[in-house]
C-alpha cells in the first residue's frame, strides 16, 4: 500500500528552470513532510522539511509548498543547476514512525 | 560523511545462504530505522527501533529476514535462506527523537543473489 505517491518519475529540465516534484499522501496523521536527495552510490540526505502549520518553507533556491486540504506537497527547484542533478524523494512520518517515502523522481538538469 | 555507518557496502552472496548487515548509528540518536531500496525506487520500511526495543516491522518483514539491536547502540539485519529477490540496496537510517527530526542514512548495503 503506497501511502505517499510522487511524479514524475523523471524530470529533464534546462539549466536555469525551474524543477517542480509533486507528492500527494494518504494518511492524515502525517505531521512530518521532508524531501530527500540522493546520488548515486549514497544514502539519501534530507534537504529541506516541512510541517503542516505552514503552507510554505523556502531554504534559498529550495520551496516546498504544502497544501493540507488536499494533502499534497511538492518541491520547487528554483534556477536549477546540473549539479541538481539526483534522484529526488518526498517522504511523510507521523511522530517519527515508520517514515514512508514516495517512489522517487530523477531529476536531470541539462547545462 | 553522516555518521551513520553500514557494513559491509557491498555482498554477493548465492540462494539459499544467510547474510547478516551491520549498522552503527550516530552514538546519541535512540531510533534506528532500516529501509529496502531496489534500483529506481524509493527506500521501503522494514523495521525501526526505539533503543533496544524493535516497535513495528513491516509485512515485507518476512520470517526470513530479523533485526537486533541488543544494547540500544549498533543493529544487525540478518537474511536467511537468501532469494534473488531480496537483492538490493538495505539502507540504515538514525533519528534523535525530540531532539532533530532528521533522518540520517548510511550509505547502505547492496547485496546481490545470485
Known amino acids: 500500500q503506497q501511502q505517499v505517491k510522487q511524479s514524475p518519475q523523471s524530470l529533464i529540465v534546462q539549466k536555469g528552470g525551474i524543477s517542480i516534484i509533486n507528492c500527494a499522501y494518504e494518511?492524515?496523521?502525517?505531521?512530518?513532510f521532508p524531501w530527500y536527495q540522493q546520488f548515486p552510490g549514497k544514502g539519501p540526505a534530507l534537504l529541506i522539511a516541512?510541517?503542516?502549520?505552514?503552507s510554505e518553507k523556502k531554504e534559498g533556491r529550495f520551496t516546498i509548498s504544502f497544501n493540507k486540504s488536499a494533502k499534497q506537497f511538492s518541491l520547487h527547484i528554483m534556477d536549477s543547476q546540473p549539479g541538481d542533478s539526483a534522484t529526488y524523494f518526498c517522504?511523510?512520518?507521523?511522530?517519527?514512525?515508520?517514515?514512508?517515502f514516495g517512489a522517487g523522481t530523477r531529476l536531470t538538469v541539462k547545462p | 560523511d553522516t555518521g551513520v555507518s553500514q557494513d559491509p557496502r557491498h555482498k554477493i552472496t548465492k540462494r539459499g545462504q544467510n547474510v547478516t548487515f551491520r549498522c552503527d548509528p550516530i552514538s546519541e540518536h535512540n531510533r534506528l530505522y532500516w529501509y529496502r531500496q531496489t534500483l529506481g525506487q524509493g527506500p521501503e520500511f522494514l523495521t525501526y527501533f526505539q533503543n533496544e526495543a524493535q516497535l513495528e516491522k513491516s509485512r515485507l518483514l518476512s520470517d526470513r529476514f530479523s533485526a537486533e539491536r541488543p544494547k540500544g547502540s549498533f543493529s544487525t539485519l540478518e537474511i536467511q535462506r537468501t532469494e534473488q529477490g531480496d537483492s538490493a540496496m538495505y539502507l540504515c537510517a538514525s533519528i534523535r527523537v525530540g531532539m532533530n527530526t532528521e533522518a540520517f542514512f548510511g550509505q547502505g548495503t547492496r547485496l546481490t543473489v545470485v
Open positions: 494518511n492524515t496523521a502525517f505531521d512530518y
Open positions: 516541512i510541517r503542516p502549520d505552514v
Open positions: 517522504a511523510a512520518s507521523n511522530n517519527n514512525n515508520d517514515m514512508r
